[in-house]
């Protein structure tokens, strides 16, 4: 999408695309940590306590989505 700026639901405005920066390392971390306990054989419920873990300091609601999202990251992966 063509944009200079975005207005976000939380915070203040933002340059395109640099706003989304860090929610794509988060993303990024998330899906390779769920890779990485996927092929070492790690179940989901174990999974949730590590996967993501090294971008908490950046989330103030951490505790309340990371475990949503990474159920999510990993039921989509454990099927590649």
């Not at 174990?46 to 950046?58: C, D, I, N, Q, R």
Request: aromatic share 10%.
């Amino acid at each position: 999408m063509r944009a200079s700026r975005v207005v976000p639901g939380h915070g203040p405005l933002a340059q395109w695309p640099g706003a989304l920066a860090a929610e794509r390392v988060y993303l990024e971390r998330l899906a390779s940590d769920c890779r990485d306990l996927i092929k070492r054989g790690v179940p989901l419920a174990a999974a949730l306590s590590f996967a993501g873990t090294s971008e908490k300091s950046h989330w103030e609601l951490f505790e309340e989505y990371n475990a949503r999202n990474a159920t999510a990251v990993y039921s989509e992966l454990e099927w590649e």
